[in-house]
């Protein structure tokens, strides 16, 4: 490959690459919410009742963490269509190989969905502290479950090398040197969008972040310092699984990466984790997180997030044969629907206004 991603595929191959990546970017915005806001809280309660009553940020997150879910796995619906257009004999494989293992992401979701409600019930509240403890603990550890299943799955769809043994063995278990520390980059990168996102939050629901009142701190730490704490170590972790990651990968999909397909990319994404490691510095020290500073912030998450989905976009295709795929890609463009999508678009639409309003009303 000679050209920037998306460039030099053909153009329905690049058309469902553009979707894949945009759509994609979109549920990690929300999944990281929820994978990281998961992890704050599960050892956030360790702190107990006194200490987390003053904590802001797991207020927010009790809160809005069931409809961040929502959102994170609706967000996951559209990457899954495309996922399957591209790569439909890899993604399939896999899925297949890992059968009920791969199945289980479905009732663990479920489970951590309810207890998500459980958590901000009023009934968990009329209970002993102790109890928010292992709940918080089961829906991180069943979040935690399901990013793993969706990075083991992913990188068993690339390794076709693995098919046969696995299919011959019976196991519905993936292992490669890949699995940990690419599951680090997403787990630790989450953090990075949890500290944005909560930012946001937080201003939107009147907390002070331009000037903090003295005293209300955790563990001595002010809110907008907890926060820098949470970005900054995510950002660290990214560098240091990005790193141990690299590290796995073979020749060839480096070259991809630092060349002309991926380079650009990756100065990108490095680029976005230094603006935001700087921004979140300067609020450590000075102890107060003004807008221009928020903003800055917020553009680096962004640019690092899109590049590190378009990244993970030329692992994959360095690795499979994309060019033996344009057919099957040329194909699927010529199947239309349009006015099938605009009727039931326009009835999804309607059904949201009515919800909303049907809520707004109860409020
Ligand atoms: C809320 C819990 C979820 C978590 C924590 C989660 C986590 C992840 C992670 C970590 C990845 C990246 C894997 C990698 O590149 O190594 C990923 C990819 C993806 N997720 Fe999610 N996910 C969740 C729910 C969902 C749901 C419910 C859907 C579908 C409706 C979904 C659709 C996808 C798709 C399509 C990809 C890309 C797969 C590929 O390119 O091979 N996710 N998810």
Aim: charged residues 10%; aromatic residues 12%.
């Amino acid at each position: 490959m000679t050209e920037v991603f998306p460039l030099g595929f053909p153009p329905a191959t690049c058309f469902y690459l553009v979707l894949l990546v945009a759509t994609l970017v979109l549920h990690m915005v929300f999944m990281h919410y929820v994978l990281a806001g998961a992890a704050y809280l599960a050892f956030g309660r360790f702190m107990g009742p006194k200490r987390c009553a003053v904590c802001g940020w797991q207020a927010i997150l009790i809160d809005w963490l069931p409809f961040a879910t929502g959102l994170a796995i609706t967000a996951g619906v559209a990457p899954l269509l495309f996922v399957q257009i591209l790569y439909q004999r890899e993604f399939y494989t896999a899925n297949l190989l890992l059968s009920h293992r791969w199945m289980a992401i479905l009732p663990v979701l479920i489970v951590c969905f309810y207890l998500l409600y459980v958590q901000k019930s009023a009934w968990i509240t009329r209970r002993a502290w102790f109890w928010r403890i292992p709940v918080a603990g089961v829906v991180f550890a069943g979040f935690a479950f399901i990013a793993f299943s969706w990075t083991e799955n992913h990188l068993l769809s690339l390794d076709a090398a693995a098919w046969p043994e696995l299919y011959g063995s019976g196991s519905f278990r993936y292992t490669s040197s890949g699995l940990l520390p690419r599951l680090g980059i997403w787990f630790f990168a989450a953090f990075t969008t949890l500290a944005v996102e909560l930012a946001w939050q937080g201003r939107l629901l009147g907390m002070k972040l331009v000037q903090p009142p003295p005293g209300v701190a955790v563990m001595g730490l002010s809110a907008v310092r907890r926060l820098s704490l949470t970005a900054t170590s995510g950002g660290l972790g990214v560098l240091a699984c990005g790193t141990a990651y690299a590290w796995t990968l073979p020749g060839e999909t480096t070259r991809a990466l630092t060349g002309p397909l991926g380079g650009a990319w990756l100065v990108a994404a490095v680029a976005g984790l230094a603006v935001q490691l700087a921004a979140w510095a300067w609020v450590a020290v000075q102890n107060r997180f003004p807008l221009p500073l928020l903003i800055t912030a917020t553009a680096g998450c962004l640019v690092s997030l899109t590049s590190g989905v378009v990244l993970r976009e030329v692992v994959r295709v360095s690795t499979v044969d994309i060019k033996a795929l344009a057919v099957a890609h040329a194909e699927a463009a010529t199947i239309g629907g349009l006015p099938v999508f605009l009727l039931f678009a326009a009835v999804n639409a309607a059904a949201i206004v009515w919800c909303i309003r049907t809520a707004a009303r109860a409020v």
